[in-house]
């Protein structure tokens, strides 16, 4: 069994927090760039988009790297995890909400609401910091199984 | 020890209880526990339990990874599919273009029905479709409804049948005038659809609003009198003012208008027809309104222009609604001008028999081919027809001629010597109209020689002198230029002596217009006189008149 809670993982928190930045940050910004100037007519649909993409995403970067920095099992990942879940949510809830899915034509106008999307997502990032709680509870009792297997040989030693 | 032993036992029931699958595995580990207390096997057995449950957590972890991936693979597919449709215009509303609407009045109420069309070609059910229609026109809502549709399957275009209805009594009067003839700028209707609707679970809601424009032109679109068109003639049951025209209907409604149409005199306000015409809805035809007129109104229409009113009374056959339209149209006589100068009528002995000659002047407009005329001149009371003439004038242009009246001695004497009222009946066939007509002139004739008096005719055998007075007035327009021959005869009717007087000689022989002339004549004689002639010639026309007198010896 792995047992890494005190270990630390630099490498992969960059590797996260760079990854997290360009699909959450560059990739969205891109995206909505790309298409405001192929095409104008939509524009107003990524009104602010990409700012709140901004934002929020690269607190939300942050935090996924310094979840990733640390090992499973230790605190600070469960609560980093938990804070970048919520960061997650308020992400997804802002920048989904900012799209402004209408179209006006010659004769007609119409807009879709999302809300649907956005409390799917939120149940999916809640999921996801679930998932944080959980590992730290299971590697938890890992680190506790290797201190009673610590303590049994000292026993097994002692007797 | 005791109590840290409890206190992890406790902990252990804890996390035993994190997985229900392994529940009573942990139970019976528990159970195992409190036998093995004390016991250096407990701790080994308990870290056998904790190896056990975590081999089960880790599995569960990853399938929690795996199910949060899946969730999220889930979220982008339900999105994609969810708004690509809406965004490429594959869930939209069809409402029903203007040919395809129908028009119904059921008593006071105009029903508007049509189809419209749900068309979902989206991934997904569309559920909960509520669509609000309204109809805008005058300013105002005229229509308006609210269509709840329970679901549209997907891959369906479900169609809704639409019945929208108002009353027509919240129609103000010029409305119901723009509802029937249409506006100059054509009256738009807006239809305008908004419907909300929505996936299952509220995934998305959609909300389209439609809009479209229906012109409206009106039952009766267009009705035109062609007015550079019409036509005075002779149709089979008389003489007619024809009018072409041209009507257009909308197929809005079912059945037919009727329109009575009565032909004014916009000062007068005298009728001078009536006629009816029934128009189906939905044609456009051309045809010509025949208004039939009165013979002792054709003269008015022949030589008179007027200001016509054409008022058209509108009803229909399928519903309760009537108007009242009025055109206006000035009516040129087709005769522009007839002028007979009196003044400058003459009797003439210059050809056979004395003729009474009548100049005229006609000029017609827009008429061509040619016009019998036929005249008859009578005197005051018509208990005398003097004479008559026919003449046939080209029509068309400006006409100038001459009328002449052949007259007898009598009647030339008469015309010569007493002033009276001449009545001229007319009668007028346009021949290529087939239009016959009469009409009547009065005019007063002065004579030349009116009064024409001839006194005091004596002899005198002592100094073998014939003497006599005479005077008349000139009551014609024009003056005379007398020459007068006066010859003596005597029994056996030889001329025993003459004298010739002319204007040429004497300026006094020239008489104007309506001037008294009274002149004596003295003429040396050698025999014995029985009578005198005289012979009054007027050169400007040609008149002669002679009368004979009988002298007296004194």
């Known amino acids: 069994m792995n047992y890494d809670k005190n270990k630390i993982h630099p490498l992969k928190a960059v590797l996260f927090t760079i990854f997290s930045l360009i699909l959450f940050v560059g990739l969205i910004w891109f995206v909505v760039n790309m298409i405001s100037t192929e095409i104008p007519e939509i524009e107003h649909v990524f009104q602010n988009t990409a700012i709140y993409a901004v934002i929020l995403g690269i607190p939300l970067a942050i935090t996924i790297g310094i979840t990733n920095y640390f090992g ?45 999307i956005i409390v799917l997502t939120v149940i999916a990032c809640s999921i996801r910091g679930a998932f944080f709680a959980l590992e730290f509870y299971t590697y938890q009792k890992d680190t506790k199984t290797k201190g009673v297997q610590k303590e049994e040989q000292k026993e097994v030693e002692y007797y | ?44 057995i308990r870290f056998i339990f904790y190896q056990l449950n975590c081999k089960f957590m880790k599995p569960k972890l990853v399938g929690l990874q795996v199910i949060l991936t899946i969730f999220t693979i889930a979220i982008i597919i339900i999105s994609v599919t969810s708004i690509l449709p809406a965004m490429t215009g594959d869930i939209n509303i069809e409402i029903p273009s203007e040919d395809e609407i129908r028009w119904d009045i059921e008593g006071d109420t105009l029903y508007l029905r ?14 909960n479709i509520n669509i609000a229609v309204e109809v805008l026109g005058f300013n105002r809502t005229l229509f308006e409804d609210n269509i709840k549709v329970p679901a549209v399957e997907r891959e369906e275009n479900k169609k809704i ?35 909300t609707a929505n996936y299952p679970f509220s995934i998305i809601g959609f ?63 005298e009728e001078y027809s009536s006629t009816q015409i029934d128009i189906p809805l939905g044609v456009h035809e051309t045809n010509t309104l025949d208004f039939l007129i009165e013979d002792d109104s054709i003269e008015d229409f022949v030589f ?60 017609t407009r827009d008429l061509t081919g040619q016009a019998e005329v036929e005249i008859t001149m009578w005197n005051e009371d018509e208990s005398i027809m003097y004479s008559s003439d026919r003449q046939t004038i080209p029509l068309g242009i400006d006409y100038h ?17 007493n002033s009276q009222e001449l009545i001229f009946n007319i009668d007028i066939t346009l021949i290529d109209k087939g239009i016959q007509f009469n009409t009547e002139e009065t005019y007063y004739w002065g004579a030349p020689l009116n009064e024409l008096e001839i006194d005091y005719v004596s002899y005198d055998p002592i100094t073998r002198e014939a003497e006599g007075k005479y005077s008349f007035i000139n009551d014609s327009p024009r003056e005379l230029k007398i020459e007068l021959q006066i010859d003596i005869m005597d029994e056996n009717k030889n001329t025993i002596a003459s004298e010739s007087l002319s204007y040429l000689e004497d300026p006094k022989y020239i008489i104007e217009s309506n001037e008294e002339f009274e002149d004596t004549i003295t ?29 007296d010896e004194l």
């Not at chain 2, 020890?1 to 528990?30: E, P």
């Not at chain 2, 019409?230 to 059945?255: K, W």
């Not at chain 2, 006589?333 to 002047?361: H, I, M």
């Open chain 2, 1 to 44: 020890m005791l109590f840290a032993k409890m206190l992890t036992a406790v902990t252990d029931i804890g996390h035993c209880f994190t997985s229900t699958s392994t529940a009573v595995h942990n139970l019976l580990n528990f159970v195992s526990n409190i036998k093995l207390w004390g016991m250096h096997e407990y701790w080994y």
């Open chain 2, 207 to 269: 909300y389209l609003d439609y809009e479209s424009v229906v012109e409206w032109n009106g039952l009766i679109k267009k009705m035109d009198y062609h007015e550079d068109e019409i036509e005075f003639h002779e149709i089979s049951y008389g003489t007619a003012v024809s009018l072409p025209y041209t009507v257009e209907t909308s197929d809005y409604l079912s059945g037919y208008s009727t329109v009575n149409l009565r032909l004014l005199n916009e000062e007068s306000d």
């Open chain 2, 304 to 363: 008179n222009d007027k200001d016509l009113i054409i008022h058209s009374q509108i009803t229909f056959s399928d519903f309760d609604l009537e108007f009242d339209d009025e055109q206006r149209y000035t009516w040129h006589a087709p005769v522009e001008e007839l002028n007979l100068f009196y003044d400058n009528a003459y009797v003439s002995s210059k050809y056979v028999g004395s003729t009474l000659f009548l100049p005229y002047q006609v000029h």
């Open chain 2, 401 to 417: 001629g001459e009328l002449s009246f052949p007259l007898d001695d009598i009647d030339t004497h008469e015309f010569i010597i």
């Open chain 1, 72 to 116: 499973k099992g230790d605190k600070n990942r469960l609560v980093f995890g938990l804070i970048s879940s919520v960061i997650f949510i308020l992400y997804f809830v802002v920048v989904l909400g900012s799209i402004n899915l209408g179209f006006e034509g010659e004769d007609f106008t119409y807009t879709l609401t999302i809300t649907g």
């Open chain 2, 523 to 551: 003429i040396e004689i050698d025999d014995e006189p029985a009578y005198a002639v005289l012979t009054y010639i007027d050169q400007n026309t040609g008149m002669e008149y002679e009368r004979e007198v009988d002298i």
């Open chain 2, 161 to 195: 049948e639409l019945q929208l209805q108002t009353n027509l009594d919240d129609f103000s009067e010029t409305e119901l005038q723009e509802l029937v003839f249409g506006d100059e700028n054509n009256i738009d209707l807006v239809i305008i659809s908004d419907m």
């Open chain 2, 114 to 127: 049509g189809d419209m069309w749900v068309n979902n070609s989206g991934y997904y059910t569309l559920e």
